[in-house]
Structure formats: structure tokens, C-alpha cells
């Protein structure tokens, strides 16, 4: 789960982590009267899940409480488009002021789980408000990376390590230390999967500050955290993944025609790949998992068909716990409560298969049975086309 930048800084707060003060502005007088109250400057954000924000426009400095105000209006409600949103863009629903900052330098920062070596990972740059992509395909040996052993934890000598790399000195090296070690506890308190710092900013008086912030929480974590939990923004999430999550299914919308049903997030991205190995483009994926019932499996179908693009669905069940009747029964219901005008291809194999196989048969329906996953493929990808 992502959160916004405000409620990222409101974390670092929490932890000691330098971040410049700011609030979130409930209409333009708001906004009016939050900039009179840092000195008649403020820099106003647009606030969305995504990075490159000032390229788009949701990031611009208010040089007086009155442009402040006009700012707000522009931003409330824009549809912003980034690099990283798409060319669909996100619509803003939220406006952050925020102090402004005397900067000298711009650096880059973050900690990431970094899943070839199964260790928190530090990224460090002097090269600040770039996006670390483009650094490292142009710059790569201005990026440092610093893995950090689980058993012993961010030691005083790493965090030095990387204030050296990213040459502060004096009160501004002091600070960055304390800066990262508050940082990492953050990470590993909060159940992290990545913080993103840029750009990190040392200003003309020395001090180490988060200008702006990413978060990402490990979503199997969010039980033990419900007050990240309440950070949880449904207008920054695709309807249908809000929708699917409501009955415990993991649902992920792509931008092809196949929609995928299938049991096991290793069984589904192999369903994807060979899909498109056979010239086809998979519309989702989404994984019923190993307990689902008749309900799940209709609401899953539901899910998948209230995407437009959609035409076709391929279902792909290798049952263990999960039992192919229960799978074969769920379409069954899907077809006619809810109707299904495109072509299903359907493969079960695994636990009650057979059985799974005879409710297909006997339902009456249209339904093309495959056998083997090279032949599901092959007939959905002709089946669509």
C-alpha cells in the first residue's frame, strides 16, 4: 500500500526525521491563510501516488497568500498526468502547503527491500531531484547501494558510510547520520517496502531535510498497523482492485483483452506469459487463491467483465486445496446471474477435477473446456481474436 506525501511526513515526524513543516488545506482561504502564517511563501502540492509531480504541474511556489489560493483552485480536482501515471493521468483530490526551504544542495535517498539479496538496501545519490532511473542509466556510478545485515540492523559506520557519499560535512554529516538511522527504525518499525527521499536537501544553514517523500507498506504487515491502514486512499486505487479486495482477492487490472482467473500468483504470471507467447494480451491478473468459494469465483468474474476492453476470459485452476467443482460451480453461477457474452475457456486439473469438468458439461453453457494449459492458451487467444 502507497500513501501520500503528507501522510509520509507525518510519519518522519513521528520518528525524528527532519521534513519541513506543512498542512493540508481544506479550500483557497485555507490556503490563503497557511501561507500568511509561514511568512506570506509556500509551496503548493499536489498530492497523488505518483513521482514527477512538479513536472506535471502539481508542484509549484507561491510567492504571496493570493497566489496561494489561486494555486489551490488550479490543482483541486486537475487531472495530473506524470511519467509514472500514465497518460490517463490521476485526478487530485488533496492540496499540501508546505513551508518553503532555503536549499543549497539537492541529494537523493532510499531504503528498499532489495529481493536478490533478501536485505534492506540503501540507495544514495548527490545527484537530488532526478528520478534515480534516469541517474542510473546516465550516471550509474553516482548511485550508492548499501545493504544492510538483518541480524545487526543499520550500524553507525553504514549510515557514515553514506553521509561520506554524499558529501556532507560538519553539522550538515552530524545531522544525515542521525537523519538515516531515524529513517531506517521508520522502515522496519512500520513494515516497509520502500521510502523514497527526493530530493533530500541540506540547507544554507546545514540542516539535512526530507523535502519530499514516497512510502510503500508491505500489504501481509497492515494488520499489525492500523493507523497506516487509515492512510489507505480508495480514489488511488483502480476500482476494480477496491472492488476485488472486499473478497479477498487479488486482482491487478492490465491493459489487454484476456481477463484471467486463476489460483496461485506463480501459476497466474506463468497463465500471462504464455498467453502472450501466443500472440495474446492479458486483460488482468487475478488470483482466487486456495480457499475461495462459489461466491468468490462469481464475484471474480464479475470483476473481470466490468472492464470493457475485455474479450475473452481464460480460466485456470490447478486445484490442491483449492477444489476445481467448487471453481466449475462458481462460473456456473457467474453465467447466470450475471451473464457472460464472451468466450470462457476453462482448464481444471488438480483436486475433484473430474468432477469439476461434469458440471461444466452438464450446465448447458458455452463454454470451450481446454486440456492442458498450452491448449487453454491457444483456444482463448483464437477464441478473442
Do not use: W
Amino acid at each position: 500500500m502507497n500513501i501520500h506525501e503528507f501522510q509520509a511526513k507525518e510519519l518522519l515526524r513521528q520518528y525524528k526525521v527532519a521534513t519541513p513543516d506543512g498542512r493540508v488545506a481544506t479550500d483557497a482561504e485555507d490556503a490563503r491563510q497557511i501561507t500568511k502564517a509561514y511568512g506570506g511563501k509556500s509551496v503548493v502540492k499536489a498530492q497523488i501516488h505518483a513521482g514527477g509531480r512538479g513536472k506535471g504541474g502539481g508542484v509549484k511556489f507561491a510567492t504571496d497568500p493570493d497566489k496561494a489560493a489561486e494555486l489551490f483552485k488550479q490543482m483541486l480536482g486537475m487531472n495530473l498526468v506524470t511519467k509514472q501515471t500514465g497518460a490517463e493521468g490521476r485526478r487530485v483530490y488533496t492540496v499540501f502547503i508546505s513551508d518553503p526551504v532555503d536549499i543549497d544542495r539537492e541529494l537523493y535517498l532510499s531504503f528498499l527491500v532489495d529481493r536478490v539479496s533478501s536485505r534492506i538496501t540503501i540507495l544514495a545519490s548527490t545527484e537530488g531531484g532526478v528520478e534515480i532511473e534516469e541517474v542510473a542509466a546516465k550516471t550509474p556510478e553516482k548511485i550508492v547501494r548499501v545493504a544492510i545485515d538483518p541480524a545487526v540492523g543499520l550500524s553507525a559506520f553504514q549510515a557514515r558510510e553514506v553521509a561520506f557519499a554524499l558529501k556532507l560535512e560538519g553539522d550538515a554529516f552530524k545531522k544525515g547520520v542521525t537523519f538515516l538511522q531515524n529513517l531506517y527504525r521508520l522502515f522496519v518499525e512500520k513494515d516497509c517496502s520502500m521510502v523514497e527521499v527526493n530530493p533530500l536537501v541540506v540547507t544554507k544553514t546545514g540542516d539535512v531535510i526530507a523535502l519530499d517523500a514516497k512510502m510503500g507498506f508491505d500489504d501481509n504487515a497492515l494488520f499489525r498497523h492500523p493507523d497506516i491502514l487509515a492512510f489507505r486512499d480508495l480514489h488511488e486505487e483502480a476500482p476494480e482492485e477496491t472492488e476485488a479486495s472486499k473478497f479477498n482477492l487479488n486482482f491487478i487490472k492490465l491493459d489487454g483483452t484476456i481477463g484471467c482467473m486463476v489460483n496461485g500468483a506463480g501459476l497466474a504470471m506463468g497463465t500471462m506469459d504464455i498467453i502472450k507467447y501466443h500472440g495474446g494480451s492479458p486483460a488482468n491478473f487475478l488470483d482466487v487463491g486456495g480457499s475461495a468459494t462459489e461466491d468468490a469465483v462469481m464475484n471474480a468474474f464479475r470483476i473481470i467483465l466490468q472492464d470493457k476492453a475485455v474479450k475473452g476470459v481464460m480460466v485456470n485452476i490447478f486445484g490442491g486445496i483449492m477444489r476445481c467443482d467448487i471453481v466449475a460451480g462458481g462460473i456456473v453461477k457467474a453465467a447466470k446471474q450475471i451473464g457472460i457474452k464472451v468466450p470462457v475457456v476453462v482448464r481444471l486439473e488438480g483436486t475433484n477435477g473430474e468432477e469439476g469438468k461434469k458440471i461444466l458439461a452438464d450446465s448447458g453453457l458455452n463454454l470451450i473446456v481446454a486440456e492442458g494449459l498450452e491448449d487453454a492458451a491457444k483456444k482463448i487467444v483464437a477464441a478473442t481474436k
